[in-house]
Structure formats: structure tokens, C-alpha cells
């Protein structure tokens, strides 16, 4: 099978490269903008609208797709009933990590597999524990982090792990690609192992 990557996501290229997975990468421009307010339908919305365009641009493109499946996933954090998603500027990644501040959230990623006439959609979520941050600790981490392209404003990967005191769920689910239920759910849907 032929796996396609629709993100331009560098940690979701990472996870895949870290599992031995031979991917091409394709991209197409997609309205993220939703008024479902609920973190897991709107993560498989939006998961499946990104992988959706990516397959159209490839039909367009006039591509043998038959072996390929596309693989597409948003995320976002949620904290009080609020989604967090990408910050838009300097103050409202402050916001975001304040709001994070000494508090348990949710990361909440949806998962879209598209290929052989088939689509399966899913989502995991994750609970984290943060750490008291001041307010120096907060402009310091937004000012030599570059927080933007990251939901809730922060990579765990990264010098934020310094804050996480506490996870439950799936590590790479906070990361931005859950491993596992990308796993299962190709298994679900295709009838055959991922991995």
C-alpha cells in the first residue's frame, strides 16, 4: 500500500519516519474553520476534511490511487469546555498557557484514513497535567518556542516537557499522530496490520 501523509506537520512526518513507514507527503488547502463545538466530532471533521482534499487533489492530478491510502489528523487541546487550537499571535499563546497553568486538559486527535473506496475516521484523546507556570516562564517559553504552529500553544515534545507533571493516554496522541489508534483503526477499516 501506498501511504500518503496529508500534513505539513514536522512531528507528525517524524512519528511515521520513526515507525519505518515509507510515505510520500501531500498537502492541500483546507477550510479549518468549524462551529462544532465538540472536541472529538470536530477533530474527525476536520481530520477527514483535510484528507478529503488531499484525495481530490490527486484525482486531479489524474494519480493511480488504487494501492494508496491517505492518512490526515488535526488536534487540539481542551480546557473548560474551551478549544484550544493554534495560537494566533504573541498574546494569545500567553492566554493559552496561563489557561494551562497548573491544570489537568484534554488533547484530542482525530484520525482519517481514506483509500480503496473506504474512509474510517477515529479519535483519542489524552489527559495532561501542567505544572504551575509564572509569568516569566510563560514569555520566556513564547518568546524562543515559536508556539504558533501548535494546538494549545505548546509541543510536548520540546522544552515543554519541563511543565507536564502528569499524563494519562497515549504519549504520541499529544505529539499530534495517536500511533495507536492509527494502528487500530487501519485494521478497522482495511482489514489488514498497519505496522
Known amino acids: 500500500m501506498k501511504i500518503i501523509l ?32 465538540d472536541p472529538r466530532q470536530l477533530v474527525e471533521l476536520l481530520s477527514r476534511r483535510k484528507g478529503e482534499a488531499v484525495w481530490d487533489r490527486m484525482l486531479r492530478e489524474e494519480r493511480e490511487l488504487s494501492d494508496t491510502v491517505v492518512i490526515s489528523s488535526d488536534t487540539v ?15 494569545d499563546a500567553k ?19 481514506i483509500g480503496q473506496g473506504k474512509i474510517g475516521t477515529a479519535h483519542e484523546v ?11 516562564t510563560v514569555a520566556r517559553y513564547v518568546r524562543e518556542q515559536q508556539p504558533y504552529d501548535k494546538a494549545g500553544a505548546y509541543a510536548i515534545q520540546g522544552a ?5 507533571c502528569g499524563i494519562h493516554g497515549c504519549y504520541f496522541n499529544v505529539v499530534g499522530l495517536p500511533v495507536h489508534r492509527l494502528c487500530r483503526l ?3 477499516t482495511f482489514g489488514e496490520k498497519f505496522l
Not at 481542551?78 to 498574546?91: F, N, Q, T
Request: with cysteine.
Open 6 to 37: 496529508a500534513s505539513k506537520s514536522p512531528r507528525r512526518r517524524e512519528i511515521l519516519e520513526n515507525l519505518g513507514v515509507v510515505f510520500e507527503i501531500v498537502t492541500a488547502d483546507t477550510d479549518e474553520t468549524s462551529a462544532e463545538r
Open 77 to 91: 487541546v481542551c480546557v473548560d469546555g474551551e478549544i484550544l487550537g493554534k495560537p494566533r499571535d504573541e498574546e
Open 95 to 113: 492566554r493559552m498557557l496561563r489557561k494551562l497553568s497548573g491544570r489537568r486538559h484534554e488533547v484530542v486527535s482525530g484520525v482519517c484514513l
Open 126 to 136: 489524552t489527559e495532561v497535567e501542567f505544572d504551575e507556570l509564572d509569568e516569566e
Open 160 to 164: 515543554a516537557s519541563a511543565y507536564v
Open 186 to 188: 487501519y485494521e478497522e
